[in-house]
């Protein structure tokens, strides 16, 4: 089992950056994708980047060229850097560890609220 929190959400000005952090209980080195995603009021949860244990990345077409994400494996922790932040990325950003073998060991955490305003 693995336990995901996330942090480093709050409200920013438009244009400005957040970097957000999940730290995961327990081993994730080389058997699980992390994530980030999103979930705005009223929308469906959308994928804002993945990154494998070998540092492959993919990223929602909103987010490309702004948003990066990066994963220490030594301290299980995963982050989002996001920078020129628009008020279209005001979401809960989740937390996500998917086991790359077993679909069943899919993990979420409970969400950081991001809100871009000025």
């Known amino acids: 089992q693995v336990q995901l929190v996330e942090s480093g959400g709050g409200l920013v000005q438009p244009g400005g950056s957040l970097r957000l952090s999940c730290a995961a209980s327990?081993?994730?080195?080389?058997?699980?994708?992390m994530g980030w995603y999103r979930q705005a009021p009223g929308k469906q949860r959308e994928l804002v980047a993945t990154?494998?244990?070998?540092?492959?990345?993919n990223y929602g077409d909103s987010v490309k060229g702004r948003f990066t994400i990066s994963r220490d494996n030594a301290k299980n922790t995963v982050y989002l850097q996001m920078n020129s932040l628009k008020p279209e990325d005001t979401a809960v950003y989740l937390c996500?560890?998917?086991?790359?073998?077993?679909?069943?060991?899919?993990?979420w955490g409970q969400g950081t609220q991001v809100t871009v305003s000025s």
């Open positions: 996500n560890a998917r086991h790359i073998l077993v679909r069943s060991y899919n993990y």
């Open positions: 327990g081993s994730i080195y080389s058997s699980y994708v």
């Open positions: 990154i494998t244990s070998g540092g492959s990345t």
